[in-house]
């Protein structure tokens, strides 16, 4: 069956003929968005498997939807899809059945400006050809028998969705690794203007999300009229070829995550160098989008290679167009607190010594500029990029206070998604960041309240500004990922 012609089931997000996929910017107003909840297979994580699976501890399953990822699925409703929330938050609660929020029940909201990844694997997986692939294909990476083949093509397209992702059968018995980490949907690809860069994972736990995001992508119908802006970073074809230590090298390994990749300006694409993101695959992506003529700059961030870090997202993000969060250690305050404390000269060497950043422009490859610290580049976004006018503005991790500029930090406090220019979510737990934001002249809100503020007409998202929005996080915190991971940005407005 083509691609074209395949049904769209109850469930789909159906796209509408004046909607499109397009982001220039980390600030413009969020119109249309990829999410993921978390799903049965988050309830399947181990000890003894959890650093395997990539999670970083155990988390409470129904805690973590009831009383926290439900709260950020309303508020982006109300701010992308509001019709499908408002005047029910009051049913809505963590005391209702939650069918609302379940994707394969026949109450769940159905929006098409915020959709679940489960939704649209099962939509595919109504196309016969492409269920007998993607079952073939995914058996073949987790090395079922035959007999595991066979039996998942009994299922309908709803339940053998579900099956995929959490690994586990409806009785729960267990197939094969979950995917805890498929709640991070910025990690599976990114919007670069109106191209969609399909991501390479470093991990082999992250192996099979790879290849539903693949499938979703270049098989659904929402993505139909994009599949010539499709973008797939090339493999090292001579890779196989080198020894097993050399191949693994970060000079030859081609993998790469979202949360390395911030469409920043409308011409202009930073790349990070990290934990999950080798150099080899930011030169392959700064080719691959100047061939294209999709960009006009490109920006590589190398940061240290630490679990702390991850990705450059969990070190700074854009809340405003002149306002940006980030960690302190590795931006210039960094380096005057070293200055003024001589006793860190018997210290371990310093993290910000392996920032490195160095900027591309489209025809003058070879001829970079190096950029000596962070604040210089976010100004230089800003100002050049953007069109600030005011003065850049730095908020800072913990509020650059010892010690909780890294422990917020790794609670992700430099993890935000703005829901427009100067209105961002992040985590309740990180309170001496919004003691920040506050000396930033930022109103600081609990989602809650917010939400009752908006069905009160106290408020609403189209007047709302300089806001940070607290989730409860005492469960998603857990996973090592905030709002800005848990995102796939679709379509903004231009700013």
């Given at each position: 069956m083509a691609?074209?012609?395949?049904?769209?089931t109850a469930n789909a997000a159906q796209p509408q003929p004046d909607q499109h996929i397009n982001v220039s910017s980390e600030i413009g107003t969020l119109r249309r968005m990829l999410i993921h909840s978390p799903d049965r297979g988050l309830g399947k994580v181990v000890p003894s498997k959890a650093q395997d699976w990539l999670f970083e501890d155990i988390v409470h399953l129904d805690m973590m939807r009831r009383d926290e990822y439900d709260y950020y699925v309303k508020i982006l409703l109300y701010f992308l899809d509001p019709d499908k929330v408002r005047g029910k938050i009051a049913d809505l609660g963590p005391d209702s059945d939650r069918s609302f929020f379940k994707p394969d029940h026949a109450d769940y909201f159905k929006s098409d400006k915020v959709i679940d990844l489960q939704c649209?694997?099962?939509?595919i997986l109504a196309d016969e050809t492409i269920r007998i692939r993607l079952i073939a294909a995914i058996c073949g990476i987790e090395r079922t028998s035959f007999r595991t083949q066979q039996q998942l093509s009994q299922?309908?397209?709803?339940?053998?969705?579900?099956?995929?992702?959490?690994?586990?059968?409806p009785d729960l018995t267990m197939l094969f690794a979950p995917l805890p980490n498929f709640?991070?949907?910025r990690d599976i690809g990114i919007v670069i203007n109106d191209h969609i860069l399909?991501?390479?994972?470093?991990?082999?736990?992250r192996t099979r999300e790879a290849l539903l995001a693949q499938y979703i992508f270049f098989n659904h119908p929402l993505f139909t009229d994009y599949q010539e802006k499709i973008l797939e970073i090339p493999d090292n074809e001579h890779a196989f070829l080198l020894p097993d230590a050399d191949a693994n090298r970060d000079v030859t390994r081609s993998t790469l995550e979202g949360g390395d990749v911030m469409m920043i300006g409308k011409r202009h694409?930073?790349?990070g160098v990290s934990e999950r993101t080798t150099l080899y695959a930011a030169q392959q992506v700064m080719r691959l989008v100047f061939s294209k003529n999709v960009v006009e700059k490109v920006t590589i961030l190398q940061i240290p290679k630490k679990r702390d870090y991850m990705h450059i997202d969990t070190v700074f993000t854009q809340v405003k167009r002149n306002v940006w969060v980030l960690l302190g250690s590795l931006a210039r305050t960094g380096d005057e607190a070293k200055k003024r404390d001589v006793i860190h000269f018997f210290a371990p060497k310093d993290v910000s010594e392996d920032l490195k950043i160095m900027q591309f422009s489209r025809g003058l490859e070879h001829k970079p500029i190096e950029i000596e610290n962070l604040e210089d580049l976010l100004i230089d976004i800003s100002k050049n990029d953007l069109g600030a006018t005011e003065s850049v503005q730095f908020i800072y991790s913990g509020n650059n206070e010892f010690p909780f500029g890294a422990r917020e930090q790794w609670t992700d406090s430099c993890n935000l998604l703005a829901l427009k220019d100067g209105v961002v979510v992040g985590y309740d737990r990180n309170e001496k960041t919004a003691d920040a934001f506050r000396k930033a002249g930022f109103e600081v809100i609990g989602a809650a309240k917010l939400l009752a503020r908006f069905e009160q007409n106290e408020s609403s998202p189209e007047t709302i500004e300089n806001t940070f929005i607290m989730l409860p996080s005492a469960e998603l915190s857990r996973a090592r990922g905030g709002s800005h991971c848990m995102s796939l940005p679709l379509l903004r407005d231009e700013i």
């Amino acid at each position: 069956m083509a691609v074209a012609a395949l049904k769209i089931t109850a469930n789909a997000a159906q796209p509408q003929p004046d909607q499109h996929i397009n982001v220039s910017s980390e600030i413009g107003t969020l119109r249309r968005m990829l999410i993921h909840s978390p799903d049965r297979g988050l309830g399947k994580v181990v000890p003894s498997k959890a650093q395997d699976w990539l999670f970083e501890d155990i988390v409470h399953l129904d805690m973590m939807r009831r009383d926290e990822y439900d709260y950020y699925v309303k508020i982006l409703l109300y701010f992308l899809d509001p019709d499908k929330v408002r005047g029910k938050i009051a049913d809505l609660g963590p005391d209702s059945d939650r069918s609302f929020f379940k994707p394969d029940h026949a109450d769940y909201f159905k929006s098409d400006k915020v959709i679940d990844l489960q939704c649209l694997l099962s939509d595919i997986l109504a196309d016969e050809t492409i269920r007998i692939r993607l079952i073939a294909a995914i058996c073949g990476i987790e090395r079922t028998s035959f007999r595991t083949q066979q039996q998942l093509s009994q299922y309908e397209p709803i339940e053998l969705a579900k099956i995929m992702i959490s690994g586990s059968l409806p009785d729960l018995t267990m197939l094969f690794a979950p995917l805890p980490n498929f709640i991070f949907t910025r990690d599976i690809g990114i919007v670069i203007n109106d191209h969609i860069l399909l991501n390479k994972p470093a991990k082999l736990a992250r192996t099979r999300e790879a290849l539903l995001a693949q499938y979703i992508f270049f098989n659904h119908p929402l993505f139909t009229d994009y599949q010539e802006k499709i973008l797939e970073i090339p493999d090292n074809e001579h890779a196989f070829l080198l020894p097993d230590a050399d191949a693994n090298r970060d000079v030859t390994r081609s993998t790469l995550e979202g949360g390395d990749v911030m469409m920043i300006g409308k011409r202009h694409l930073i790349i990070g160098v990290s934990e999950r993101t080798t150099l080899y695959a930011a030169q392959q992506v700064m080719r691959l989008v100047f061939s294209k003529n999709v960009v006009e700059k490109v920006t590589i961030l190398q940061i240290p290679k630490k679990r702390d870090y991850m990705h450059i997202d969990t070190v700074f993000t854009q809340v405003k167009r002149n306002v940006w969060v980030l960690l302190g250690s590795l931006a210039r305050t960094g380096d005057e607190a070293k200055k003024r404390d001589v006793i860190h000269f018997f210290a371990p060497k310093d993290v910000s010594e392996d920032l490195k950043i160095m900027q591309f422009s489209r025809g003058l490859e070879h001829k970079p500029i190096e950029i000596e610290n962070l604040e210089d580049l976010l100004i230089d976004i800003s100002k050049n990029d953007l069109g600030a006018t005011e003065s850049v503005q730095f908020i800072y991790s913990g509020n650059n206070e010892f010690p909780f500029g890294a422990r917020e930090q790794w609670t992700d406090s430099c993890n935000l998604l703005a829901l427009k220019d100067g209105v961002v979510v992040g985590y309740d737990r990180n309170e001496k960041t919004a003691d920040a934001f506050r000396k930033a002249g930022f109103e600081v809100i609990g989602a809650a309240k917010l939400l009752a503020r908006f069905e009160q007409n106290e408020s609403s998202p189209e007047t709302i500004e300089n806001t940070f929005i607290m989730l409860p996080s005492a469960e998603l915190s857990r996973a090592r990922g905030g709002s800005h991971c848990m995102s796939l940005p679709l379509l903004r407005d231009e700013i």
